[in-house]
C-alpha cells in the first residue's frame, strides 16, 4: 500500500505540493494536459528548484472566466477534456475553498464571486494537483499538523489577521502548528 505524506508544518503552497509530487514521481505531461483543457492559450509550467524543494507554478491560459460565481463555474468543469476524476476531486477540492469563502462573507458557496483575475489560475492550479495526485495514485494520503503564521498582512482592502480569514476557516478542525 502506498502512502502519500504530505509535510505541511511549514506551511504549503499549490505551487510547492505539485512540486513536491512531482519530485516523487507525478508526470508533468498529465499535468500540463489537465490544464491544457482549461481552454485556448499557452498553459505554463513553470519548474523551479533548489535545496528549498522543486516548486511548479501553474498559470492557466490568458483571460478569464466568463461567470461571476462558483455555481456557475463549477458545472462548466465536468465539461474539461479531463479525466473524468480529476474533474471530481479538483471540484470537490474547489468546493472546500468557495465553502470557506462564502462562511467568511456569510454567503452560500454557489453565490462566491469567481475572480476575474485569478479564478482560472486557481482553477488550473486545482487541475495541476487533482492531476498529479491521480498519476501517483496513492492508496492513502495523509498529512502532518498544517503550519501557520500571526501577524497582520497589508491588502488592498486594508490589513488582515494572519492566517488570512479564508485560509483559518479551511483550518479550523485541523491540526495546526504556530509558525513564529
Do not use: Y
Not at 95 to 106: E, K, Q, S, T
Not at 130 to 149: E, F, K, M, N, Q
Amino acid at each position: 500500500m502506498t502512502t502519500l505524506h504530505l509535510d505541511v508544518r511549514a506551511g504549503a503552497t499549490a505551487a510547492a505540493l505539485l512540486g513536491a509530487m512531482v519530485e516523487v514521481g507525478a508526470s508533468l505531461e498529465r499535468v500540463e494536459h489537465a490544464v491544457s483543457t482549461l481552454g485556448d492559450g499557452a498553459v505554463r509550467l513553470t519548474v523551479s528548484g533548489g535545496r528549498a524543494g522543486t516548486e511548479v507554478r501553474v498559470r492557466a491560459p490568458h483571460g478569464s472566466p466568463d461567470v461571476d460565481t462558483w455555481g456557475e463555474l463549477r458545472p462548466r468543469i465536468a465539461l474539461l477534456a479531463v479525466e473524468q476524476r480529476i474533474a471530481d476531486e479538483a471540484v470537490a477540492l474547489l468546493d472546500l475553498l468557495f465553502a470557506a469563502r462564502g462562511a467568511v462573507h456569510g454567503v452560500p458557496a454557489v453565490d462566491v464571486d469567481v475572480d476575474p483575475f485569478s479564478g482560472l489560475d486557481d482553477l488550473a492550479a486545482t487541475l495541476a494537483l487533482t492531476a498529479a495526485l491521480a498519476d501517483l495514485d496513492p492508496a492513502r494520503v495523509t498529512a502532518s499538523a498544517i503550519g501557520h503564521g500571526t501577524g497582520t498582512l497589508d491588502t488592498i482592502e486594508g490589513p488582515i489577521e494572519m492566517p488570512g480569514p479564508v485560509v483559518a476557516e479551511l483550518i479550523a478542525d485541523r491540526p495546526t502548528v504556530h509558525i513564529p
